[in-house]
């Protein structure tokens, strides 16, 4: 099983997650985070520190957010290792709960 980062996260990208995982498994896009599924070993640490509860385990994915786990499979393995925690972008609270996000995805 490995957790992933849902369409909420975009264009919040809101860092909280990445400092308390052990393995270094998220990656970090223009506006978007992912999970490395290779990565990933299932320890939930990530999930509760989400601001905009963007990140659930595979066997939780909602069925329109279920090609999230393909998507970051796909951007993790073109994506930098993030590992330490950032501002997130000024607008940060404005974006989150928004729905239909997937277009703004910057690769």
Known sequence: MTFVVLENCIKCKYTDCVEVC?????RE????LVIDPDECIDCALCEPECPAEAIVADDDLPPDQ??????????AAE??????????PPDADEWNG???KLPLLER
């Open 22 to 26: 052990p393995v270094d498994c998220f």
């Open 98 to 100: 928004r729905p239909n």
């Open 66 to 75: 279920e090609h999230f786990l393909a998507l970051n499979a796909e951007l």
């Open 29 to 32: 896009g223009p506006n978007f």
């Open 79 to 88: 994506w930098p290792v993030i590992s330490e925690k950032k501002d997130a």
